[in-house]
């Protein structure tokens, strides 16, 4: 099941957390595996989307891992999150605590594959972020598509 929401992303990111999470994720950023792309913490992430502004995040609740479809993306990761709470709540760095919205999703931990594009169909030009969940067991983050910083490289690398 897909929810399409709307989130201001300040400080050029949006956040994921569990519902009953108090996680802080201001100190992620520096300790995580993809520097440039998330901050992670057992029960919340932050997501760099690169903008100021209004995002449009599509949230896709999944029974096991979706297709791979990273080439409709410009940048795509994977990384792991605990939802005890059985809801994750999508907010803003300077949103109050309980502002957000709401999506249900299953107890405990999920994989989170976690899309960005801007769309040509958009008039205003926004960034788009799709994030599909599944339960899974916890495992690393990983880059499954985009630019690598610390190698200087794409991943993965172009075929034509």
Known sequence: ????????????????????????????????????????????????????????VTIDVTDATPADDKDAFDTVTECSLRADSGALRLTSPTYGEDDGDLVTVPRGWLRLRVSLTRSPDDPADRQHVRIQCWPAEPTGAVMVKGWNPETGTFHPEPTN
């Open 1 to 56: 099941m897909a929810t399409e929401l709307t989130v201001f992303s300040d400080y050029r990111q949006i956040h994921l957390l569990d519902s009953g999470s108090s996680t802080e994720l201001g100190d992620q950023w520096l300790d995580s595996a993809l520097l440039d792309y998330l901050a992670l913490a057992d029960d919340a992430i932050g997501i760099c989307t690169g903008v100021n502004g209004d995002v449009i």
